[in-house]
C-alpha cells in the first residue's frame, strides 16, 4: 500500500511539471486545429496554470523525498 501512495504522489509531481510546462508553451500540440485552441486556451489562463503547476510540483516532491525518506526509515 505504501508503494502505491508513492505512485500516486509520482503521478501527480508529473502533473505539475506537465501544466507548468503547458502554461509555458513548452508543450507543444501536432494538430493544427487543436493547438489553435490549446494555444488560446494557454494565453487566456497561463497565470494560474503556471502558479497551480508549480506549487503542485513543489508540494508534490516534497511528499516524494519524505514518502521515500519514511520508507528507508522503516527498512532499517
Not at 488560446?40 to 510540483?57: D, K, P, Y
Amino acid at each position: 500500500m505504501e508503494f502505491l501512495g508513492l505512485l500516486v504522489e509520482i503521478l501527480l509531481l508529473a502533473l505539475g511539471v506537465y501544466l507548468y510546462l503547458f502554461a509555458r508553451g513548452i508543450i507543444k500540440v501536432k494538430d493544427p486545429e487543436r493547438r489553435e485552441r490549446a494555444e488560446s486556451f494557454r494565453q487566456q489562463n497561463a497565470t494560474w496554470m503556471r502558479l497551480l503547476g508549480l506549487a503542485l510540483a513543489a508540494i508534490m516532491l516534497m511528499n516524494v523525498v519524505l514518502h521515500i525518506s519514511q520508507l528507508f526509515s522503516s527498512a532499517s
